[in-house]
């Protein structure tokens, strides 16, 4: 007969108990998040309750329940019953929270109350990794990702959506009309079984319908005139797939190229990122506090009044020029085909002529300059150029800044892969992290503090792998 290795007696006593700190080992990573957490000043952080009552019920200290979120999504845990249950079974947790077991209303509620505290600690740890000098390099890579909500397509309406709702209703209304008519000329027992059934569905019909029609009169008050009933704040969004969308929120991140850490973020209901750039840009440079920095985004970030206050600000942008003119798709010259001479304020065209300054006009909000050649009409080229008699060309007052974003890219022709390797995993990482529901809370500020505990969990593990367990504390300790 084999031999195994056997298990202790369950019934047996053990003379001197085990001590609780023998069961997490040194280089365990609750320890980290129990270093972290005690270098806190949690009173200037604003956590509530810091400072004990001198009279009623004793409650938890917010160092504990702070340390229980942490450690939970650290390891995939975010729900508070669940969290509840790990304080009970999990000897981590019970190192961690020394032994102590709040319930899971006690644990929802401290998220939920300490929202812009908590949001704190995660800019904190940013702090901390400025002071470590991980940001040498001044370089960050910035995106944007749908994150589900906790709103189901069907609980959220937009114009066309509420449009093709009401045309089922009123068609399953008229089917089921002449299904009552069909109904009452057959025999007396199956008009009985299926006549109250119909009656039925009609009045739900119409209960349906006459609901639709409130929400018809107030859609166009509503912000983005959509109306999302779990999560009010939630929108529906376009992601890449064709025809595909979410309802949620648009979560955009600036990483650093360098260790991959998360500097800033934030949680937007604004589907686009097109006017996000520049608002995302100087958060980053804040958190990293350096005074000049490179930015590299994708070209849905492209937009000229963004690019603009980033270069009065300093702000160096890699971000490719999104093609939107047909010239070239239909055989003809690009703008891109013809030269700005900025000494004589002339455009050179591809047949070699001068299309001169004519006037200046405002288009969107914009300073738009014109500029053609009075030779269009006899140019031997021109049927590759212009269907119009003359080629006009636009410019804006500030192209001068997008030359400069062109010109960058073309000397950095990594820097589109620099960006996607730097910034792509880490939505990847945090939605595989969060489960196929993404969010758990309702509301933008609630959903903005469920990401933060996500960001300061990613950016932990990330510290870890830069300075090992005993390296991390002794950082933090430091």
Not at 105 to 111: C, D, H, S
Not at 190 to 208: D, F, G, H, T, W
Not at 394 to 420: C, F, G, K, Y
Request: hydrophobic fraction near 35%; charge should be positive.
């Amino acid at each position: 007969m084999k031999r195994f290795i056997e298990g202790q007696d369950r019934a047996q006593s053990i003379l001197l108990p085990e001590c609780l700190d023998d069961f997490v080992d040194e280089d365990n990573p609750v320890r980290v998040i129990d270093a972290f957490v005690g270098e806190l000043d949690l009173a200037s952080l604003g956590f509530e309750s810091v400072l004990p009552q001198a009279t009623g019920r004793p409650a938890y200290h917010p160092s504990l329940l702070l340390k229980i979120y942490i450690y939970g999504y650290l390891n995939r845990v975010q729900s508070s019953r669940r969290l509840e249950r790990e304080a009970q079974r999990n000897m981590e947790l019970m190192w961690l929270a020394g032994r102590l077991t709040p319930d899971f209303k006690t644990i929802a509620n401290f998220r939920k109350d300490n929202g812009k505290a908590i949001r704190n600690v995660c800019s904190q740890f940013i702090v901390l990794c400025r002071q470590l000098n991980l940001f040498s390099q001044a370089v960050v890579a910035i995106d944007g990702s749908k994150f589900k909500a906790v709103n189901s397509q069907d609980k959220n309406l937009t114009k066309g959506k509420l449009r093709a709702r009401l045309e089922l209703v009123e068609a399953n209304i008229a089917k089921y009309l002449t299904a009552l008519d069909t109904a009452d000329r057959q025999e007396p027992d199956v008009a009985a079984a299926r006549i109250p059934r119909l009656q039925q569905k009609i009045a739900s019909m119409r209960s349906r319908l006459k609901e639709l029609r409130l929400q018809e009169v107030q859609l166009p008050n509503e912000p983005d005139q959509q109306i999302s009933m779990t999560d009010p704040d939630s929108r529906s969004m376009a992601t890449t797939g064709k025809g595909t969308g979410v309802v949620g929120y648009n979560m955009q991140a600036a990483v650093d190229t360098k260790n991959h850490l998360i500097v800033a973020h934030e949680v937007t209901n604004i589907g686009s990122d097109r006017a996000q750039l520049a608002n995302m840009a100087l958060k980053a440079r804040s958190c990293m506090g350096k005074e000049e920095l490179t930015v590299i985004a994708d070209r849905g970030y492209f937009k000229g009044e963004e690019i603009h206050k980033c270069h009065q600000v300093g702000i160096d942008v890699i971000v490719p020029k999104p093609n939107t003119s047909n010239a070239k798709a239909e055989g003809r010259f690009d703008k891109a085909d013809f030269v700005y001479i900025a000494k004589d304020d002339e455009y050179r065209c591809p047949a070699g002529q001068r299309a001169i300054y004519r006037f200046t006009r405002e288009e969107s909000g914009l300073q738009i300059r014109r500029y053609w050649s009075s030779a269009c009409t006899q140019c031997a080229i021109k049927t590759k150029c212009t269907p119009s008699d003359y080629r006009r060309i636009s410019r804006w007052e500030h192209e001068s800044v997008l030359e400069d974003v062109q010109h960058r890219l073309d000397h950095n022709p990594e820097a589109m892969s620099i960006r996607r390797r730097t910034i792509e995993h880490v939505f990847g990482t945090l939605k595989h992290w969060m489960g196929s529901t993404h969010f758990q809370t309702r509301r933008i500020e609630r959903v903005s503090t469920e990401m933060s505990l996500h960001i300061l969990a990613y950016n932990l593990k990330r510290f870890i792998s830069i300075f090992g367990i005993a390296g991390a504390i002794e950082a933090m300790q430091g």
